[in-house]
Antibody, heavy 117, light 107 residues
Framework: QVQLVQSGAEVKTPGSSVKVSCKASGGTLNTYTINWVRQAPGQGLQYVGR????????HYAQTFQGRLTISADKSSSTTFLELTSLTSEDMAFYYC??????????WGQGTLVTVSS | YVLTQPPSVSVAPGQTATLTCGGN??????VHWYQQRPGQAPVLVVF???DRPSGIPERFSGSNSGNTATLTISRVEAGDEADYYC???????????FGGGTKLSVL
C-alpha cells in the first residue's frame, strides 16, 4: 500500500517562500504523476500543479504561474512544492496526491502553511 | 470549466443520499468523487464515473450522463457525514477542476 508522507507545518511571513515535501513509501513515484492540491481554511479543493517524476515534466495551474516550482528526487521517491512571494491568500493545507488516470488515489496527510506577519 | 455542487444535502440514517455535480457536457468526461471528513485528507470513493477503489463499500456508486454526474450513497450511516467533492480533468485547459463540494449531513 502506497503511503505519501508530507513534511510538517510551516509558518511564513508575507513575501517569503515555502518548500513542502512529499515522500512515497511502499512503492515508487516514478511511474505515476504526483499532484498538489490546496485547501484554504473552510474552503474547497484547488488544483495547484503536478509532476511526472520519471520524466521531470511539470504542469502548473495558471493561478500560480511564475511563483510555483514542483520538482522530484527520484532516488528518494520525494516530490517538492515550492511557492514564492507568499501572501495571506496562500495560507492553506497543501496536499500531495498520486495520480490514477486523471483522478487521485492516494493522498498525503496535508501540510498546513500559515502566512502571517 | 465549472462544476456545480449543491452546498448541502441532508438524509436520515438508512436512507439514500443523492449528490449531484453539474457541468457542461460532463457526461463526456471521467468524473471522480472524494469524501473528506473533518480534519482529514480527501479519500477517493468513486473514479471514472462509477468504479470503486479497493476498500470502498458497495453502498457508494456513481453515474454520469449529459450535464450531470451523480454520487449515490445507499443505506447511509453516521460515518458517511462528510464533504464530498467531484473532480474532472478539463482537456481544453489541461487543468484539474473540482466542484465546490457538498456537505452531507446525516440527521
Amino acid at each position: 500500500q502506497v503511503q505519501l508522507v508530507q513534511s510538517g507545518a510551516e509558518v511564513k511571513t508575507p513575501g517569503s517562500s515555502v518548500k513542502v515535501s512529499c515522500k512515497a513509501s511502499g512503492g515508487t513515484l516514478n511511474t505515476y504523476t504526483i499532484n498538489w492540491v490546496r485547501q484554504a481554511p473552510g474552503q474547497g479543493l484547488q488544483y495547484v500543479g503536478r509532476i511526472i517524476p520519471v520524466l521531470g515534466i511539470t504542469h502548473y495551474a495558471q493561478t500560480f504561474q511564475g511563483r510555483l516550482t514542483i520538482s522530484a528526487d527520484k532516488s528518494s521517491s520525494t516530490t517538492f512544492l515550492e511557492l514564492t512571494s507568499l501572501t495571506s491568500e496562500d495560507m492553506a493545507f497543501y496536499y500531495c496526491a498520486r495520480g490514477l488516470g486523471n483522478g487521485f488515489d492516494f493522498w498525503g496527510q496535508g501540510t498546513l502553511v500559515t502566512v502571517s506577519s | 470549466y465549472v462544476l456545480t455542487q449543491p452546498p448541502s444535502v441532508s438524509v436520515a440514517p438508512g436512507q439514500t443520499a443523492t449528490l449531484t455535480c453539474g457541468g457542461n457536457s460532463i457526461g463526456s468526461n471521467s468524473v471522480h468523487w472524494y469524501q473528506q471528513r473533518p480534519g482529514q485528507a480527501p479519500v477517493l470513493v468513486v473514479f471514472d464515473d462509477s468504479d470503486r477503489p479497493s476498500g470502498i463499500p458497495e453502498r457508494f456508486s456513481g453515474s454520469n450522463s449529459g450535464n450531470t454526474a451523480t454520487l449515490t450513497i445507499s443505506r447511509v450511516e453516521a460515518g458517511d457525514e462528510a464533504d464530498y467533492y467531484c473532480q474532472v480533468w478539463d482537456s481544453t485547459s489541461d487543468h484539474i477542476v473540482f466542484g465546490g463540494g457538498t456537505k452531507l449531513s446525516v440527521l
